[in-house]
DNA sequence: ACCGAATATGCCCGATTATGCCCGAAATGT
DNA sequence: ACATTTCGGGCATAATCGGGCATATTCGGT
């Protein structure tokens, strides 16, 4: 029987009965418990069922959902790993920055299960978070725009100036070698300036996609990343480039 | 049985009874007296019953928070109407702040489609007007509370406060006429008192059963607010007692 | 078709959690 | 005031979990 088979047949079962117990299901489905452990690891974590000592019930009549598309855009598949990679440095109890961009909302499905503190300007980042009790969710307010469905202006960036910000991860438009990271907006560069000059760390989460593209408004140099999160695909000339300017790097697998 | 559904099923008695003996419950769901006193510890300890000597209770009714589905279905005809009621007395370019609230969240879906500029602290009244081009949204930004999906905490309130705002419509857990407006959790409540002093004019949006209940936390009195917009089911004594106080009203119809 | 990598699965073991039992202390009812 | 019920904490036990490791299967690229 296919993994993804066993999925569906355990949350039918889930749905039909209530709950479930993983002895019961690993029986049903002649499987070792660890396989239905790891099965309802995943599909708690896609929030499709909710995992309890002992087995898994189904999600709330009232959560089952989200009144807004969560239609995600093409995750690549780089995107996820790097998401993934830059999830290992959040540590628990961590203050943690998000901000508004498809690599970083990677990130944000990958986070660990643990209490943390996450600010975010990004209204899916934020919405995708509302459903992990552990962790406490700050936004920073601000218009909304539309097309990245984030908080922008200045009072979005004024807001910033009360709070700390332990590790911040973002991406940007365009990484440059020379000219550093770019955005296509200004309001959008000013924010991650902003959130940059607040942060203890700073992890640049970009796809191989993104280097040597040049962008409108360059809004930090890479100097002040402290370190790179990438893909397999990016040209090997890059890392030794970034470590002469003393940017730790690390490739997702 | 799962501990979970062990729990469920004790929300699930103390809800319908009103009233449960630690006894009864242990015989009920087969396990020991110790057992349902840790359920109780910890379902006390989340807020979802009251423990008492022998046994636990209920929430008081008006102490309950809601998630937001379960609101918005209530009483949803009156809502509609007091929304749609309530949109006539938005103006063109108004900047007017909306709460998060599912009265005025029908309000959000009745507003006019003319520029606009809505403050709001709601993610869903939020996520709501991101598809109205012409209306440009402001989010207070603040710790994210996840039952009313909405953002609260003194970050919120603070941010408030470099706004103006025009006309807020707002609405309360309850309403009575002699100790005025009241909530169920400080943090909404206080938001609430400071949204209604910076605006210009406050309307309340309150459907008649809200009317004589006194939930916690009181934040204004009805001398504060300009005009109430309520439905017909609404006490006949009500209105003049309102006009006493100089206080405008409407009947949605 | 072949090989290395990624994925899925199973096994083992120390750590965590859930539960039950016992007993002195606190609360309750008569 | 006294008998009874209920509570809370300490302890023991069993079920469950999580992570490390090994093996098998599938996938992807040549």
């Known amino acids: ?3 993804r088979q066993r999925h569906q047949e355990i949350l039918n079962r889930v749905g039909r009965a209530g709950a479930v117990r993983v ?22 974590g896609e929030g499709k069922l909710i995992r309890t000592h002992g087995g898994a019930m189904p999600l709330p009549e009232d959560r089952r959902e989200v009144p807004f598309d969560v239609r995600r855009a093409k995750h690549s598949a780089e995107k ?3 998401g993934a990679a830059a999830a290992r440095f959040v540590g628990e109890g961590d203050i943690i920055a998000l901000d508004a961009s498809s690599t970083v909302y990677c990130l944000a499905r990958a986070l660990p299960d643990w ?3 996450v600010l975010t300007n990004s209204m899916e980042v934020a919405t995708l978070l509302m459903s992990r009790p552990r962790i406490q969710v700050v936004s920073t307010g601000g218009m909304l725009d539309v097309a990245s469905q984030s908080f922008v202006g200045s009072f979005a960036e004024e807001a910033l100036s009360r709070l700390h910000i332990g590790k911040l991860f973002l991406s940007s438009k365009g990484v440059d070698l020379v000219r550093g990271l770019s955005e296509a907006a200004d309001e959008h560069a000013r924010l991650k300036r ?3 000059d607040l942060a203890d760390e700073t992890y640049l989460l970009a796809d191989h996609s ?25 040209d090997p000339a890059v890392l030794p480039e970034l470590d002469r300017h ?7 697998e």
Do not use: C, Q, Y
Request: charged share 35%; aromatic share 6%.
């Open 23 to 44: 002895a019961e299901l690993a029986r049903w489905l002649n499987v070792a418990e660890e396989t239905i452990r790891r099965d309802l690891e995943k599909l708690d």
């Open 210 to 234: 993104k280097f040597g593209v040049k962008s409108v408004v360059f809004f930090a140099d890479l100097k002040d990343v402290d370190m790179v999160i990438t893909d397999r695909g990016v």
């Open 1 to 3: 029987m296919l993994a």
């Open 194 to 196: 902003r959130m940059m």
């Open 115 to 117: 209490p943390l503190t």
């Open 246 to 252: 003393h940017v730790r790097s690390e490739i997702a």
């Open 80 to 82: 996820e790993r790097i």
